[in-house]
């Protein structure tokens, strides 16, 4: 879970922001650095999911272990969802930014707005929102635990609440929202390894 967090926080700081139209769109996709940042995204939602696995074993033989096994099944198929997209970024944009440079032609650009948007938007959209009710579902488990402290939950599910909004923001509010992500992840990770 803390491993996660530190990979939600990297991932905004490493992607490059830009137009996304132009000559910088086309760098941007075609760069490394966003392979690695949309890379390090689908490792933490993998990391999520092993996260959820020990939340809920330390929450077994408790008064919510039964939210804490929804928390952990939802998550589980929210993110089953959410991992295509970003293999899509990760790739299908990649290469899309790298044949417009290779062309000289930006308006291949505009490939990128057609892989992202119809069905697979649908999809990634309704992971992320699966994600968002199983970290409302840890924050619940959490509170009525009696096992961990009350609030340590509600970093986390106020991160994945937020998730789908920031996308709208600029690099320095999506950095801050992984921020948001990173400390509720630490958190639980931190009280769960204090409670083992």
Not at 1 to 28: C, H, K, N, V
Request: aromatic share 12%.
């Amino acid at each position: 879970m803390a491993l996660a967090g530190i990979l939600f926080l990297l991932y905004p700081t490493i992607r490059p922001f830009s137009d996304e139209i132009s000559y910088q769109g086309a760098a941007a996709f075609a760069s490394t650095s966003w392979v690695l940042a949309h890379t390090l995204a689908m490792g933490a939602f993998i990391l999520l999911l092993l996260g959820l696995l020990g939340l809920y074993q330390a929450l077994q033989q408790t008064r919510v272990e039964g939210t804490a096994f929804s928390a952990l099944v939802v998550g589980l198929v929210g993110v089953g969802l959410t991992l295509p997209f970003y293999g899509i970024e990760a790739f299908a944009v990649h290469e899309i930014g790298q044949v417009a440079l290779w062309e000289h032609n930006f308006t291949l650009i505009r490939l990128a707005e057609i892989v992202r948007t119809g069905t697979q938007l649908l999809v990634f959209l309704a992971g992320l929102l699966l994600v968002a009710i199983s970290a409302v579902l840890v924050a619940v488990a959490v509170w009525k635990s009696r096992v961990f402290p009350r609030w340590s939950g509600v970093p986390f599910a106020l991160g994945f609440a937020l998730y789908i909004p920031q996308f709208f923001g600029t690099q320095p509010i999506r950095v801050a929202h992984g921020s948001l992500v990173a400390a509720g992840c630490l958190w639980i990770a931190a009280v769960s390894w204090s409670r083992s």
